[in-house]
Structure formats: structure tokens, C-alpha cells
């Protein structure tokens, strides 16, 4: 299975005009006196992510035989809840951040409440999008029942907003390999897991295939996380110079602050060579998922 003659960019190009199209198309209007919440979350919406969740959802219909067509109001709705926890994320009492997908996070271009409502609402306008009637009708009840059920313990206590409380506990402190890991496979890993999972799911996925693509999105999952970690870290050092470095990383538990930097590229490599053999029962058609899993790993060098 080889990616060479693969053009990943224009592949997800393709796939994540489709899933703005539904964005576009059904995001409420901003109209009543609360219209104010639904520009937030319009804006913070169309900034300009990578879509890369509702691509992997399409991706993982796909490969098991399905159509884009059947999972795009899924995927819409996928965009909508990662949206929701960047959101989120940048508020003052969580990360503190000023800037979003290269924009003022919500909270700075509108304000607190509204940013905290503009999650909120995009947490519903998700479950909106997973059951309206134009995903309902595509796929079997069941499947898509399920789908649901896997995505809602994904992002709830079980799985984001649980690895987000952990992550809030330890700032600051002194932790080890083993609570960093728990803590980004329940923040990051397990959305991304669902994703890939919910996607297979509504194509009818048979048992060993749902295995294989679990084994692959938790080691694409883990993989893009420590991506992320390195990115910060390379972020930082342009900004501040390596020697304020070791202070500014002091608050936060990250691969590299906990294992190094060395390591910690190591490790980046070895989830993405798991992800990737993960796919080998699907042969050529995997090549847009392994493609994903390259791409994942290239950001950092
Ligand atoms: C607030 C409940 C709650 C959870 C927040 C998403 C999250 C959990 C924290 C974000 C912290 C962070 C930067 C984690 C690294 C992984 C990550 C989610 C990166 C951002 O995802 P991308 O790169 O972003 O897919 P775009 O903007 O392209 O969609």
C-alpha cells in the first residue's frame, strides 16, 4: 500500500467541501433576540479548521464500502461537538487562549457567556444533525443509534470532558507517562476513535473491521496528539528562545515535559507505524486513511 502517487490534500479537499456544504446549508439562521449565540458559533465554526474528525468519518465509510453521501450529516455534526470543545478550551478558566484557528478565540471576538453558549448550542446542533431526517432515512436505525451512543460517552465524562477535567488538575503538577496518556486518550483520542468508528459503523461495518479501524484511530489518535505536543513546544521556542522555554513548559504536562523531545518524536513515529499496519487487512483501499496517519506525522518535520 503505497501513498506516493496519492494526492491527500486534494482528497481532503474534496471530502471536507462536502461536510461545509451541510454546514452551510443547515447552520440556523442568527434570528430572534438570541441570534447573537449563533453568529459566535457561525464564526468560530467557519474559521478555518482542518476538519480532519469529519474527514476521517467519511474516510472510514468509505473503506468498508460505503458512501460519502450517507454519513455527511454525522460528520457535520462530528465538526460541530470538536468545534463546541475548542470553544470551549479557550475560555480564561480553562486554557486562556487568545487566538483559534489563526482568529481571536470566541470569547475575545464576543465574550464569555456568549462563547459558553456558543458551545453549548453547537453540543445540540450536533445531536440535531446526527438525527435529522436526512442522515435518519440514509442508514439502519440500529447502526445509527449506536453511533450515537459510541460519540456521546466519547465526548462525556467517560472520554473528553473527563480528560479535560484531568488535564485542569494536573496543570502545574509533577505526573508521570501513565496519567499523561490516560489523560489525552479521554481528551483527544477517544473523539477521533468515534469518529473513525461511527463512520465504519453506518457503512455496516463487519466486526473485524471495526476492530481494525478501533486499532487504527487509537494510534492516529495518540500520534496526533503528541503531534500537537511537539508543535506547542516548536511554536514556543520561535516565540521565546529555548531558554524561557523550560519555564513556560513547567505548567503544562506534555510528551515532551514529561519524556523529552527526543522520545517523545520517537513515540510520534511509533503510533503512526501502528495506525498504519492497522490498515493492512484493507489493502489498497485504505491508502486515503493511511495517507491521514502521514500527514498526521509530516506536520512535525
Ligand atoms: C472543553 C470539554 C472540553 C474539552 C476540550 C479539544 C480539547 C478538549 C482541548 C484542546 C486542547 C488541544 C489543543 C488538544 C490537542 C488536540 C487538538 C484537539 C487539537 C486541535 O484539533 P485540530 O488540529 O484543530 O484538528 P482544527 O482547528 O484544525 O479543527
Not at 470543545?85 to 487566538?99: K, Y
Amino acid at each position: 500500500m503505497e501513498t506516493k502517487n496519492f494526492d491527500f490534500f486534494a482528497y481532503l479537499k474534496r471530502k471536507a467541501e462536502k461536510v461545509e456544504k451541510v454546514l452551510t446549508e443547515f447552520f440556523p439562521q442568527p434570528k430572534g433576540y438570541g441570534g447573537r449565540v449563533v453568529e459566535a458559533a457561525s464564526y468560530s465554526l467557519s474559521a478555518g479548521g482542518k476538519r480532519i474528525r469529519p474527514v476521517l468519518c467519511l474516510a472510514s465509510c468509505e473503506v468498508v464500502g460505503g458512501r460519502d453521501e450517507d454519513v455527511l450529516f454525522f460528520a457535520a455534526g462530528i465538526e460541530c461537538i470538536h468545534t463546541y470543545s475548542l470553544i470551549h478550551d479557550d475560555l480564561p478558566a480553562m486554557d486562556d487562549d487568545d487566538f483559534r484557528r489563526g482568529k481571536p478565540s470566541c470569547h475575545k471576538a464576543y465574550d464569555e457567556a456568549t462563547a459558553i453558549l456558543a458551545g453549548d448550542g453547537l453540543q445540540s446542533l450536533a445531536f440535531w444533525f446526527f438525527t435529522h431526517p436526512e442522515q435518519v432515512k440514509r442508514v439502519s436505525k440500529s447502526a445509527l443509534l449506536k453511533a450515537i451512543h459510541l460519540i456521546s460517552q466519547a465526548v462525556g465524562f467517560e472520554g473528553m470532558v473527563g480528560g479535560q477535567m484531568a488535564d485542569l488538575l494536573m496543570e502545574g503538577k509533577k505526573a508521570g507517562l501513565k496519567i499523561l496518556k490516560w489523560i489525552h486518550l479521554h481528551k483527544t483520542v477517544k473523539l477521533i476513535e468515534a469518529s473513525v468508528l461511527a463512520g465504519a459503523l453506518l457503512a455496516k461495518a463487519k466486526k473485524k473491521e471495526l476492530q481494525a479501524l478501533k486499532s487504527y484511530a487509537k494510534h492516529l489518535g495518540m500520534a496526533f496528539q503528541i503531534v500537537d505536543d511537539l508543535l506547542d513546544v516548536i511554536g514556543d521556542e520561535k516565540k521565546l528562545g529555548k531558554k524561557n522555554l523550560s519555564d513556560l513548559k513547567k505548567q503544562k504536562l506534555t510528551y515532551p515535559s514529561v519524556v523529552g523531545l527526543e522520545k517523545t518524536r520517537e513515540l510520534a513515529e511509533i503510533h503512526t507505524q501502528k495506525a498504519i499496519s492497522a490498515l493492512e487487512p484493507f489493502g489498497e483501499k485504505a491508502i486515503p486513511l493511511r495517507a491521514m496517519a502521514e500527514f498526521v506525522l509530516k506536520r512535525v518535520y
